[in-house]
């Protein structure tokens, strides 16, 4: 916490605040780099409450819903806030494709 003009502040929100303006309602500041201790502007985003807490529950998790590990050959992203397990997209098109064939 720092003191600016009367009021204390977490680091990270007073630089964002001065580098691109007032945080909206619903919102938070993000560490892109997942480094709480960081204020580099660079790094710094607003995402609602929802998505932070969606992408922290995400970069904790180390398997799937099914199972199946996350590892580079074997996730890829979906923007800034999703991970999708290839073994689970890949059983999924095999389902979508027998099915659509079967009927």
Same mark, same amino acid.
């Given at each position: 916490? $720092?003191? &600016?003009?009367?009021?204390? %502040? /977490? $680091? #990270?929100?007073? $630089?964002?605040?001065?580098?691109?303006?007032?945080?909206?309602?619903? &919102?938070t $500041?993000?560490h892109?780099?997942f480094?709480r201790?960081?204020a580099?502007? +660079? #790094?710094? /985003?607003?995402?609602? %409450?929802?998505?932070? @807490?969606?992408?922290?529950?995400?970069?904790? @998790?180390? #398997?799937? +819903? #099914?199972?199946?590990?996350?590892?580079?050959?074997?996730? /890829?992203? /979906?923007?800034?806030?999703?991970?999708?397990c290839?073994?689970?997209? @890949?059983?999924?098109?095999?389902?979508?494709? @027998?099915? +659509?064939?079967?009927?």
């Amino acid at each position: 916490m $720092v003191a &600016f003009r009367g009021s204390d %502040w /977490r $680091v #990270h929100r007073l $630089v964002y605040t001065i580098e691109f303006g007032p945080i909206p309602d619903g &919102f938070t $500041v993000d560490h892109q780099c997942f480094n709480r201790a960081c204020a580099n502007p +660079k #790094h710094l /985003r607003l995402l609602t %409450w929802a998505e932070n @807490a969606r992408r922290q529950r995400l970069s904790l @998790a180390t #398997h799937c +819903k #099914h199972g199946h590990e996350y590892t580079p050959e074997n996730t /890829r992203t /979906r923007g800034s806030t999703g991970r999708v397990c290839r073994a689970c997209a @890949a059983q999924r098109s095999r389902a979508y494709r @027998a099915r +659509k064939l079967g009927s």
